[in-house]
């Protein structure tokens, strides 16, 4: 009896990052079209998408988290994003 040889195959960081964001791509969009069919809007009163669902699911301020200090700029100089080290974040609030 031939046994088929196993042959283990590490993803790349670039291919797992991109399977991950596949995978999200697949879930909004079915979670956006369970609201539509529900019947359910946006706050806008929009059909729910794709990039809606991910904005709410990514997003702390609807898990009652406030983050401050994301970005900062001075005058006339371009906004600068910080590290999330810096961010200020008020949990619960």
């Keep these: 009896m031939d046994v088929p040889e196993v042959v283990y195959v590490r993803m790349s960081t670039d291919h797992q990052k991109y399977s991950t964001e596949n995978q999200l791509d697949v ?48 005058l006339k100089q371009r906004r600068v994003v910080n590290p999330r080290d810096m961010w200020i974040r008020a949990e619960g609030a």
């Design 27 to 74: 879930i909004g969009r079915e979670i956006a079209e369970i609201l539509n069919a529900e019947g359910h809007r946006t706050d806008l009163d929009r059909l729910w998408a794709r990039a809606i669902v991910h904005q709410v699911l990514t997003n702390e301020k609807y898990i009652g988290n406030n983050v401050f200090a994301k970005v900062s700029f001075k």
